[in-house]
């Protein structure tokens, strides 16, 4: 079956914003129907105002969140939002007639990023992945272990707490297998206890005998 004809190369996607940005599309959109409901329906529009006019009141909403205050009190609306639409009616009245992008610019840094993009997976496959002794993986960045999964866009991929995000290797979970993995590990927690033990009975020990002589003492 054949398809329609759609010419949208190079258009902007603006689906990217709404599915990006739901919550702010939606404060938004609160903080125009204040607007028309407190003076008139697009009176905004009317312009006319310098761009010192909406940037004012937009520091002055950013001031108000910084001070710990969410929402403004005159509409009930947040000021992050109140910012936001201040900017964006700046952008809309006094730099609507402004290309978007800097077509040339913007065409380079998408084929630059593009290639740093896709050099950086390039380099992952290529990387063997490097585990402890217990089976861990360790992180190619910090080299400590991290043994937590991430779920992003619907791939699996391991993020550490230097903020290293990378595929995770096939057998990555336990290499040397669960049971060997395990016995290691008890193995040196009972090392341990055993090495700590002697400190901990004559601390004890020490302990015990204090106390029995403050209970003699108190006899005498």
């Not at 800097?102 to 380099?123: G, I, N, S, T, Y």
């Not at 004890?204 to 029995?212: D, N, P």
Request: hydrophobic share 35%.
């Amino acid at each position: 079956m054949s398809e329609a004809l759609r010419f949208n190369e190079g258009k902007p996607k603006l689906s990217y914003f709404m599915r990006s940005f739901p919550w702010m599309t939606a404060a938004v959109a609160r903080v125009k129907e204040c607007g028309a409901n407190k003076y008139e329906e697009d009176n905004w529009r009317a312009g006319n105002k310098p761009d010192t006019e909406y940037l004012d009141s937009m520091y002055r909403h950013m001031d108000y969140f910084f001070s710990g205050e969410f929402y403004d009190q005159d509409s009930g609306c947040s000021h992050l939002a109140h910012a936001v639409w201040n900017l964006s009616a700046l952008c809309e009245l006094n730099y609507k007639d402004e290309p978007i992008i800097d077509e040339a610019l913007f065409a380079e840094r998408m084929a630059h990023w593009a290639q740093v993009k896709a050099d950086r997976k390039e380099r992952e496959q290529e990387r063997e992945p490097e585990y402890n002794k217990y089976g861990d993986l360790l992180c190619p960045r910090c080299h400590s272990e991290v043994v937590e999964q991430e779920w992003i866009d619907g791939e699996t991929f391991m993020e550490c707490e230097c903020g290293e995000v990378f595929d995770v290797p096939d057998g990555w979970v336990n290499p040397q297998g669960v049971d060997k993995v395990m016995e290691e590990k008890e193995t040196d927690t009972l090392g341990k206890v055993i090495e700590t033990m002697p400190t901990f009975i004559e601390f004890f020990t020490k302990l015990a005998r204090e106390v029995q002589d403050k209970m003699e003492g108190k006899k005498r």
